[in-house]
């Protein structure tokens, strides 16, 4: 048994931090799934899974010469698949840009992701490393947890320019306001059109395709 320190965020989230283990992640949904413990004294005692540093990197192999759009959804699974240790996680890619991962709990659980790409020849690309080419691998943006409360996440990427990745998060998003004051906010409904787009599609999805789909 440790101390943790409870650590909220900007996001409206909370975290367990100790020393020597990843940040553990818990929003509302997983809060009521922490189980109770008796430690003898009035206020709960809550079992919380840590995991040991490092971090995980999750490396996404792209097929070769990929461009597009990228949705990769963490679901919750009794089945698990997580050697003791493990925190390099290699996650194929769909011909048209969908990946869904189960029964990895720590990929749902911590709270915050490192996310890089397989290279050509094998290698893992630094996720720090912030290359200068035009066309590279760049997030868009993640959802933590839908309106239903489910302990589930999907995170959007793209294969692009830095101006392609802005207008992939105008798919996802309803634009309020005019000129410098307009308000991103968040589109359930957008993003569930995109979302099954890339995992019905056989081929990348560029995104003045999925805009094209999106306006009829």
Known sequence: MVSL??????????????????????RSALLKQLKLCTN?????????????EPEPVVALALPQRFRGLIAVELTPTDLLRLEPGQRLFNIPISAGGYAR??????????GSLDWTT???????ADPMDVRPEPVQFR????????????????????VGTFEESNRAKRLLFDIEGE?????????????????EMLRS?????????????LRK
């Open 40 to 52: 003898g004294e009035r206020q709960p005692c809550f079992i919380v899974p840590l995991y040991r």
């Open 5 to 26: 320190k409870i650590h909220p965020s900007a996001a409206g989230e909370y975290g367990w931090i100790a020393p020597g283990y990843v940040r553990h992640n818990a």
């Open 101 to 110: 991962i189960e029964g990895i709990p720590i990929l749902t659980r911590i």
């Open 179 to 195: 000129g410098t004051k307009n308000l991103f906010v968040e589109s359930p409904a957008k993003r569930a059109r995109v979302l």
């Open 139 to 158: 997030w868009v943006h993640s959802v933590h947890e839908p309106p239903t409360g489910d302990p589930y996440r999907v995170h959007f990427f793209i």
């Open 118 to 124: 397989v290279q050509p020849d094998g290698s893992i």
């Open 201 to 213: 599609a056989r081929s990348p999805v560029s995104v003045d395709e999925a805009e094209r789909r």
